[in-house]
């Protein structure tokens, strides 16, 4: 029998984002603390455009587990999508910094610092 994680993962890989944030909720009421859970169902959040939630998340992510790359990954997603572009370049940079095999925060925070570029030279 699959765990409410494992189909919440399943939901999730249908891009069921709303099947998703139920399964991981109620995974989270058998294990609080799974820095994992909270880390997925801020991903399903930011996919379902629900910044602030996914933010949340992600600090409580960190919280649980501050060396984990992805929770910072998952903050950077949605301070980057609520135009903190600052604050979401560090936190990529975290996250490459804790795991530097992170491709995918390598990216984001490549194109989050090239966005900033381009921010700050429009602003001139």
Known sequence: MA???DQGNAAFKNKDYTAAVELYTKALTETPNEHTILGN???ALHN???YNDALLD???CIAIKPDWSKGYQRKA???QAMGDLEAACENYSKAVEIDP???QAKTMNEACEKQQLQQMMGGM
Do not use: S, Y
């Open 3 to 5: 765990t409410f994680k």
């Open 41 to 43: 169902r801020a991903a």
């Open 48 to 50: 379902m455009q629900k």
């Open 58 to 60: 992600a600090e409580k």
């Open 77 to 79: 997603m949605a301070q």
């Open 101 to 103: 095999a992170n491709v």
